[in-house]
């Protein structure tokens, strides 16, 4: 199963599993990573699940979709190059040993 | 050992409540009571991906069952409370157990309006979308080629005429009031969605009053309408608005209207005893309100759960809704209450656009189908507390960015 890593703002690291085809804001919600939320379920409603896809892995998660790059410009914190919504970055095997950075809120 | 905080109601008030107040540092007895079968779990998803199969139960939950034990909160499932002792401070359960509290919340939510028995509302084949349950039972009667009824044309009817037709049934909805959305959208929002409706053939039907639903040995097979025609159906949604859950508190005495009675900081009329999420009726720009959504939901239970532990500070929100109906995206910030101009603004793409909603030059709502640049500018600019020309609202090629950033001009 494909192993995600998420880095928190004080350098803290949470790792799971996250089974194929779950996405990464259920997945970090699922596992208790702080101020990854995902309000609106995962729907593109709410920007509330931003993380910074490492730079290492962001050619293999891929930018982000029109809907996801409009809703990106109301994240509580500013949007960088390898931002993505992670609800809607789907755990695939490619993506094993992926990591994402989780914004200071 | 101290008395616990209780949360009457596992829902998402409820969750977003006890997760606050440990998030918070408050870390004595957190006891959550729920009256259904399952912990807390999503709603939104019920009538899309969980009726077609593309969320099974454990995603749709809030949190994993494993959370509770995990944050030292105890969940009890199939609990449902009788009544509440404010004096005594005191639960007692259904079967006749009573609990003590230092402070209790009610996140009750509310139940979906029925229609009565005596017009047929007990039918087998009509059905509400509101609880796991519903949908459950509605599911299988939900096969290709059968007639729908929908009753009601709010969100709940129209997602699931969406749903519906896009399944193959042949479905009619009809509206009481002259319009679609008449209580939560404007003339042209409503004229969007019927459209977009008839374009996936749905028939809808304003100002159509239902008189009752007919059945045939407890089955529904049709309605009569109030102007006498006739609607045959196979099963009927439901989707009449809802009654927030304030039995409890009003049997205890607390102060209820159209919902329980809060302040600003999610009080009751009773001091240790707090109201968040659709049962909460609170003070907000002068009325007296209760919003009925997932963000309010969320963010009222957070702010509850601060006051308990003694913070200060009205609940203040920007509401911000969704709704997702064949390929459309509706998103709305704001609350468009008492707007007296609506101003349309054409979106990049086909079939994208957004409403911006005014009360005199003052920009208090924006809904957006498809538009969600549109939608998050909007929510950004009404956030901030500032305003928007209406020409530039109105003007595609205006850049809404420095608006929302307050640079514009």
């Known amino acids: ?105 | 050992m101290p008395d616990p905080i209780i949360i009457i109601g596992a829902g998402q008030a409820g969750v977003s409540l006890a997760a606050r107040l440990r998030a918070l540092g408050y870390d004595g007895p957190l006891l959550m009571l729920g009256e259904e079968p399952v912990p807390p779990y999503q709603r939104p998803p019920l009538s899309k991906k969980y009726m077609s199969g593309e969320l099974d139960l454990p995603r749709l939950l809030i949190r994993p069952e494993s959370w509770y034990g995990e944050q030292d909160i105890e969940l009890r499932l199939s609990a449902p409370v009788a009544a509440l002792s404010p004096r005594e401070r005191r639960v007692i359960l259904g079967d006749g157990s009573e609990l003590r509290y230092a402070k209790l919340a009610l996140t009750t939510g509310a139940r979906p309006r029925r229609l009565p028995a005596s017009v047929g509302g007990d039918l087998a084949g009509v059905f509400t979308i509101r609880n796991l349950a519903d949908v459950d039972s509605l599911t299988p009667a939900v096969v290709p080629g059968k007639a729908l009824l929908v009753v009601g044309g709010g969100y709940i009817g129209l997602e699931a005429a969406a749903v519906a037709a896009a399944k193959g049934l042949r479905v009619i909805l009809v509206e009481m009031a002259p319009r679609i959305l008449q209580r939560v959208a404007c003339q042209l929002t409503a004229d969007y969605f019927r459209e977009l409706h008839g374009r996936h053939g749905v028939v809808i039907r304003e100002s159509a009053g239902l008189r009752e639903l007919l059945g045939a040995g407890g089955r529904l097979t049709g309605a009569l309408m109030a102007d006498g025609s006739l609607i045959e159906a196979d099963l009927a949604v439901i989707g009449i608005g809802i009654t927030p859950n304030d039995d409890l508190a009003q049997g205890a005495g607390l102060a209820v209207e159209n919902g329980i009675l809060v302040d600003g900081s999610c009080r009751s009329s009773v001091e240790e005893i707090f109201a968040a999420g659709d049962c909460a009726n609170f003070p907000w720009h002068g009325q007296r309100t209760r919003l009925e959504s997932v963000q309010n939901a969320i963010e009222q239970a957070e702010h509850a759960a601060a006051a308990m532990l003694g913070a200060s500070g009205d609940y203040d929100p920007v509401p911000w809704f969704w709704s997702d109906q064949y390929d459309v995206k509706l998103q709305i910030a704001g609350l468009s209450r008492g707007y007296d101009d609506a101003v349309l603004r054409s979106g990049k793409r086909e079939g994208s656009q957004s409403v911006w909603y005014f009360a005199g030059d003052r920009l208090i709502a924006v809904d957006s189908k498809n538009d969600a640049l549109a939608y998050a500018f909007g929510k950004k600019i009404i956030e901030a507390g500032r305003s928007i020309p209406k020409a530039v609202a109105a003007d595609p090629a205006a850049d809404l960015k420095s608006w929302a950033m307050g640079t514009g001009r």
């Open chain 1, 1 to 105: 199963m494909p192993k995600v890593t998420w880095v928190l703002g004080n350098g803290k690291e949470i790792t799971a599993e996250v089974p194929v085809g779950h996405n990464m804001m259920e997945a970090a919600v699922a596992h208790n990573v702080p101020d990854v939320i995902g309000e609106c379920g995962g729907c593109l409603s709410c920007a509330t699940c931003h993380v910074f896809v490492d730079p290492a892995w962001f050619a293999k998660t891929g930018g982000p979709s029109e809907m996801e790059s409009d809703m990106l410009e109301i994240t509580m914190v500013d949007r960088q190059a390898t931002s993505r919504l992670s609800c809607q970055i789907i755990s695939a095997a490619e993506l094993d040993g992926l990591i994402l950075k989780v914004p200071r809120l």
